[in-house]
């Protein structure tokens, strides 16, 4: 499955790489194999909106939307009308059908649970979808791969945006959005810099500010707190323990339930609003119009605009949105 058309060349993009390798492990197998390309519905369902949420000054995860939108939609649609059952995918959850539901599952290594990534998925995706790789750690595949000698047993974990590959993302991004520069702050007003576009920075960011030399206070290092987008300003502060940088509370829209059902509020569950972040307790306040409000047990750190938060009961993901305040 092929995703991306645009400066597509080995520099960037492991798209030729990663056919070859198929193609070893399908010869070794004796299986067919079968390639299809989705570039122009991954443009138009998920590039466009990853452009669209940074232009509107937020961060939005892609992967996400991929997940949604193309390999469970695009290419679903495209393994059933071949015939296929089932498309089972290498993502590390479960699923498991209890009381006429399907429900999502960490998977057994939570260090690789990619559960986050697909709770947008619906009961229609679970019911034709199988992830064989869901109960087992990630160092007992790679033994099934050498025993087997399949030419991915030491391939590298993909990690990133697909699209943007081993580029800086700073490069990337230039060449669809125009940057405008503008002052960086501190809270109080006080003028501390320059930035190269909002674009370029989310909450919690520390690299890349360039402000190292503006010392106050104990010296400590400078954070990304917030963003004016009205004004064209970014607002940062010193200290990873800033009390700017935590929140208990946010708002998020776009929500989706797996079950098909939101649960009756005030629901107590955990949640998460980052990949591989340990599940934080947090109470759903209220719910209305597909967003919601809720409160969290402890204050979180850098909560960010356009990420997704993701509830949870247990091993259960239960569903999730998009954070918007």
């Known amino acids: 499955m092929k995703n991306w058309e645009a400066d597509d060349t080995d520099e960037y993009c492991a798209a030729a790489a990663d056919l070859a390798d198929a193609e070893s492990v399908c010869a070794q197998l004796a299986i067919p194999l079968t390639s299809v390309n989705f570039s122009d519905q991954y443009w ?72 986050y990534f697909l709770h947008l998925l619906n009961q229609h995706q679970l019911s034709k979808s199988l992830f064989p790789l869901g109960e087992l750690p990630k160092t007992e595949v790679r033994k099934i791969a050498a025993k087997n000698n399949f030419i991915t047993q030491n391939k590298k974990d993909s990690a990133g945006i697909c699209f943007i590959g081993e580029r800086r993302f700073k490069d990337f991004l230039q060449q669809f959005i125009p940057a405008q520069r ?76 797996i079950s098909g059902q939101a649960p009756a509020t005030p629901y107590t569950c955990k949640a998460k609003i980052r990949y591989r972040q340990a599940d934080e307790a947090c109470t759903i306040t209220h719910i209305n119009n597909n967003q919601c ?21 247990g091993d259960i993901c239960l569903g999730g949105g998009i954070i918007d305040k």
């Not at 954070?223 to 940088?245: F, H, M, R």
């Not at 409000?293 to 009961?313: C, H, L, R």
Request: with cysteine; aromatic share 12%; hydrophobic share 35%.
């Open 44 to 115: 138009d369902r998920v590039f466009e909106y990853f452009l669209a949420e940074y232009k509107a000054g937020r961060t939005p995860n892609p992967d996400v939307l991929c997940n949604k939108e193309i390999k469970f939609k695009a290419f679903l649609d495209y393994a059933i009308e071949q015939g296929a059952d089932y498309v089972a995918m290498g993502h590390y959850a479960r699923i498991r059908k209890q009381e006429g539901k399907f429900q999502l599952l960490k998977a057994k290594d939570n260090n690789k649970d990619q559960s």
């Open 182 to 257: 503008g002052v960086m702050q501190t809270p109080d007003g006080e003028e501390i810099g320059h930035h190269d576009g909002l674009m370029y920075y989310t909450i919690g960011q520390r690299k890349g500010l360039h402000i190292g030399g503006q010392q106050q206070g104990d010296g400590s290092p400078w954070y990304v707190a917030d963003k004016l987008v009205d004004k064209n300003i970014l607002i940062v502060v010193q200290g990873s323990d800033n009390p700017l940088l935590y929140k208990k509370s946010l708002t998020a829209i776009k929500l989706h339930w």
């Open 293 to 313: 409000k809720m409160e969290f047990e402890n204050p979180q750190w850098a909560i960010t605009p356009g990420q997704s938060v993701v509830f949870y009961d």
